[in-house]
């Protein structure tokens, strides 16, 4: 995209607009997949401050030549796998506040909001490289090539995370429906 090649140049000269205006336009992408993984608002917005304050000081050697949003979503993604790995666990349920809904209707959005309860809840189950995988490719619009670039592995592996995740994820809201 020119637009980013402009950026990325602009950044590397040292403008802070340029800095602003990338974080503008992907802030909501990355949050979105931070929550993916972390399935906590507070936790994905650490994640994303992260990565912006680490971008943002590397601006004198920074060089990188590919796709600017592929190469902040690989910083997300290792942001989130550190700060998984540093707490010890896995990412926790996403809380209820964080939630939001974009319908005006009431009963939709409480129906949109029990849905987005129910399938968080059954992402925090999968083993997370598969829900890395699911939410790289439903959230991120990633490729399978792509996903598999980023975790080093071959894209059969992400296939066959992708494929195992949504069977699991069926299979939970599936019991539940049934209960």
Known sequence: MIEDEILKWRFRQGSKEALCRIYEKYLDYLLTLAVGFANDFNTAQDIVHDVFVRFAASWRGFG??????????????????DHIRRAGRQPGELREDVLISESDCPEQAVISDELSQRLNKALTELPYEQRETVVLHLKGGMKFREIAALQSVPINTVQGRYRYGLDKLRSMLNDEVQK
């Open 64 to 81: 990188q030549t590919g796709n600017l949003k592929s190469y902040l979503t690989t910083c997300i993604v290792n942001q989130a796998r």
